[in-house]
C-alpha cells in the first residue's frame, strides 16, 4: 500500500515534470507555467467525482485528543531515550540523499545539459527505476523485513550519491546522466518503501493520523528548510565537494539504525 501511493505521485509528475522543461527551451518561463498549471485540473474534477473515505471511530474532539494524547502515547510507550533516537533517525535518514538532488536541475544546468536533454533523459531515466525500487522495495521488505531493508536499502540510497561526483567529472555524457539518474532513483525508491514502512510501524493504531503526520513532517524538514541553505555551499564548496558531503551527512541516519532497527530484530512483519 505503502509503496503504491509512492508511486502514483511518481507518476503523476512525469508528464507535466517533463513537458514543462523541454518547453522551457522554447516559449518564456510564464507560458510554461500556465500550461503545467493545466495539469491541476483533472485532479480538481476528480475531488468533485470521488466520494468521502470512510472514518473509523470518532474524530477527536479537543486539542488534547488531537495531538498531545498521541504524542504522550509514543513518548510512554518508546521512553524518552527511544523516542528521541527514532525522531532523530526520521529527521537523518534521507538527509543526504534530500540535499544531494535539492539543485539536481542547476547541476544538470551547469554540467553542460540542456532542458531538453534534463526533461527527456533525466525526468525518465529517475522515474521508472524510482517505481520499480518502490515496487521491489515492498517486495523485499516481505523476505528481509523491516530492518534489514532498512539497512540493505539504505546502504544503497548512501553509495548511489557519489554518481553525481562522477557525473561532475564526466562533464555532458548523455549515458552517464542516465545512469546516475537511474541509480539514484532506484536508491531512493528503495529507501523510501522501508523509510515509510518504519514510520507506519511506529506509530500506534489509536493514534495513526496524528503520529503518522508528525514523523513525515519532521521527515520534509531537511527537504523543505535545510535544502534552502545547499545553494550557498555549492557556491562556497563547488559540486564535488558538495556531493560528498552529502554522501557524509547520510551516515547518520545508518548509524541510528543501530538503535531504532538493528539488524535481523523485527517487532512486526513489515507492512509494505
Known amino acids: 500500500g505503502n509503496s503504491i501511493h509512492i508511486n502514483a505521485y511518481r507518476l503523476a509528475s512525469l508528464i507535466p515534470g517533463s513537458l514543462s522543461l523541454i518547453l522551457a527551451d522554447y516559449l518564456p518561463w510564464s507560458t510554461v507555467f500556465g500550461i503545467t498549471a493545466l495539469f491541476m485540473l483533472p485532479g480538481l474534477l476528480m475531488t468533485l467525482v470521488v466520494s468521502e ?10 486539542l488534547r485528543e488531537a495531538i498531545v494524547e498521541p504524542f504522550h502515547e509514543f513518548i510512554h510507550r518508546a521512553g524518552w531515550r527511544e523516542a528521541l533516537c527514532i525522531l532523530a533517525f526520521i529527521f537523518l535518514y534521507k538527509l543526504g540523499d534530500s540535499m544531494a538532488t535539492a539543485l539536481a536541475t542547476p547541476f544538470y544546468l551547469d554540467t553542460g545539459f540542456s532542458k531538453s536533454d534534463i526533461g527527456l533523459i533525466a525526468k525518465h531515466a529517475g522515474l521508472w527505476p524510482a517505481v520499480a525500487g518502490g515496487l521491489l522495495g515492498g517486495i523485499w521488505m516481505l523476505k528481509l523485513g523491516i530492518n534489514r531493508a532498512l539497512w540493505v536499502f539504505g546502504v544503497v540510497q548512501l553509495v548511489t550519491i557519489l554518481g553525481f561526483v562522477w557525473l561532475d567529472q564526466s562533464g555532458p555524457d548523455k549515458l552517464v546522466l542516465a545512469a546516475v539518474i537511474g541509480a539514484e532513483a532506484l536508491g531512493v525508491g528503495l529507501g523510501s518503501a522501508a523509510f515509510i514502512a518504519f514510520i507506519a510501524r511506529s506509530t500506534d493504531p489509536r493514534y ?12 520534509a524538514v531537511p527537504r523543505t528548510v535545510i535544502n534552502a541553505g545547499t545553494g550557498y555551499l555549492v557556491e562556497a564548496l563547488g559540486w ?19 538503535k531504532v532497527a538493528p539488524w535481523g530484530d523485527d517487532p512486526a512483519p513489515a507492512r509494505p
Open 53 to 62: 473515505p470512510k472514518l473509523y471511530g470518532s474524530a477527536p474532539r479537543t
Open 240 to 258: 564535488t565537494p558538495f556531493f560528498l558531503l552529502c554522501t557524509l551527512l547520510a551516515i547518520p541516519g545508518m548509524l541510528l539504525l543501530l
Open 208 to 219: 495513526t493520523a496524528t503520529q503518522f503526520a508528525l514523523f513525515t513532517s519532521l521527515a
